[in-house]
């Protein structure tokens, strides 16, 4: 009897090549109408552990009752406000208009090559005299990595990060008052929030279809030729050429990824509250401040991660997570 089973492999992501870069980039931030504030920050994933809290979720079978849920430790040390980055739009689309940059960028000096002249004042100037067709306000934000323990390298990650909320002249001139000023997550997210994740996958390599897309091997009589591990046929003779749909050797994993609506379950300042026995493997122990997000993300450890404010949040409510535990047990098995 044959045997008839879905596709292996999903569609969704392509094409899949290495990302360009390992700092993640966003297309798109989620509308928000309030007060002027930024939208997203970012950190270093550190592992994974677990924590007992009371279930939250309305007419959940365990609601009110304790239960375990797999965390990933992230650690957050401030970013620093480097620049102002505005965005005009004409007949040719969008593109930046000028950027204002703070006066002590000394830790982006193995990061960038700054143009020598910087006249903070004048570029101010033609963005006040243009608000009214400004579409986009930007700050390019820069990481520590140099306050941290489990992460090795010592030059900064440089993002851009929008400034969202009122009007154009609004957000321009939130921007200038943290111009150069550190920011804490803390002041940006909360308890049982909801974010975006998103990260550059752990890669794997050059990979065939089986480990790449699943597919089963081929039968002892259909693999005389030594092709055991090959797929059973190239698509239909028309159209006349292999299509993508077809699962092919090639790229695995290094691939920019964004899970949607992972619950924020707490941010803390105190690391002795969640560093297990041993450190983390891989990465050490988390020196400073840190949040745990309910599940997993993507990328291995002391990988860089960006958090975005939800844009699929929906009719969710936000609650804060009563944590009764968090698991110190050591992870090196």
């Known amino acids: ?52 809290m009371i279930d939250d979720h309305k007419k959940s079978p365990t609601e009110g009752k304790e239960i375990m849920v ?12 480097a620049a102002i980055r505005v965005y005009v739009k004409d007949t040719y689309g969008k593109h930046p208009l000028t950027e204002v940059w703070a006066e002590n960028t000394e830790a982006l000096t193995g990061r960038i090559t700054k143009a020598k002249t910087n006249n903070a004042a004048k570029a101010t100037e033609k963005i006040n ?9 930007m700050v390019l934000m820069y990481t520590k990595p140099t306050a941290l323990t489990g992460v090795p390298k010592k030059v900064p990650d440089l993002m851009e990060i929008r ?16 111009l150069g000023t550190e920011i804490e997550m803390s002041s940006l997210f909360a308890d049982g929030q909801f974010a975006d994740i998103t990260g550059i996958t752990k890669g794997k390599g050059f990979n065939g279809a089986v480990k790449r897309f699943g597919i089963t091997l081929r039968k002892r009589k259909h693999s005389r030729a030594k092709k055991t591990r090959h797929i059973g046929t190239l698509g239909p003779w ?11 050797a090639g790229q695995m994993g290094f691939q920019q990824r964004t899970e949607f609506n992972k619950r ?7 690391p002795d509250e969640i560093n297990p026995a041993g450190g ?20 291995p450890a002391k990988r860089l991660v960006r958090i975005r404010s939800a844009t699929r949040m929906g009719e969710q409510k936000v609650q804060t997570p009563v944590v009764e535990f968090v698991s110190l047990q050591s992870k090196q098995g």
């Open 1 to 52: 009897m044959r045997t008839v089973r879905p596709r292996a492999g999903s569609l969704a992501y392509y094409p899949r090549k290495r990302a360009k870069d390992i700092i993640p980039k966003y297309q798109s931030w989620p509308q928000y109408d309030g007060q002027p504030m930024l939208q997203g920050f970012a950190g270093y994933k550190a592992g994974m552990t677990h924590v007992i």
């Open 70 to 81: 797999p965390v990933t430790v992230i650690e957050i040390p401030p970013m620093t406000v």
């Open 238 to 248: 028309h159209p006349h050429h292999v299509r993508w749909q077809v699962p092919m």
């Open 129 to 137: 005299a243009a608000i009214e067709d400004v579409v986009e306000v």
């Open 280 to 299: 983390f493997l891989h990465y050490g122990l988390v020196r400073g401040n840190y949040v745990l997000i309910k599940g997993s993300i993507p990328g």
């Open 264 to 270: 924020i379950i707490k941010i803390g300042d105190n």
């Open 163 to 178: 400034v969202a909320g009122g009007s154009a002249a609004d957000r321009f001139a939130y921007a200038l008052s943290i």
